[in-house]
Nanobody
Framework: QVQLVESGGGLVQPGGSLRLSCAAS????????MGWYRQVPGKQRELVAT???????NYADSVKGRFAISRDNAKNTVYLQMNSLNPEDTALYYC????????????WGQGTQVTVSS
């Protein structure tokens, strides 16, 4: 079965940095589009960043210039480097995988909590 396991979340002060990791198994990782989403209680889950099999990236406007998504196909791992964090970045961050198969099906990790507070 496909498994996505996030790590790296925690409590950080405003202006600080965190690096999230997502270890994937049960899929051919190099053929999957990977992404990060986040969710705050009472709000809709929102896309943070995606990275394709070819390395093309896409970011939400709110994180452009501050966050960077990357992947290491040899390690079956996708990362989210988060810099200049502010309290509005506080959320549960989820790893997402799209295997690029038909019919379309998305896979999700359990999430890792990021809290930005002084």
């Amino acid at each position: 079965q496909v498994q996505l396991v996030e790590s790296g979340g925690g409590l950080v002060q405003p202006g600080g940095s965190l690096r999230l990791s997502c270890a994937a198994s049960g899929l051919i990782f190099r053929f999957a589009t990977m992404g990060w989403y986040r969710q705050v209680p009472g709000k809709q889950r929102e896309l943070v960043a995606t990275i394709t099999t070819g390395g093309s990236t896409n970011y939400a406007d709110s994180v452009k210039g501050r966050f960077a998504i990357s992947r290491d196909n040899a390690k079956n791992t996708v990362y989210l480097q988060m810099n200049s964090l502010n309290p509005e970045d506080t959320a549960l961050y989820y790893c997402n995988a799209d295997r690029n198969l038909v019919p379309k099906r998305l896979y999700w990790g359990q999430g890792t909590q990021v809290t930005v507070s002084s």
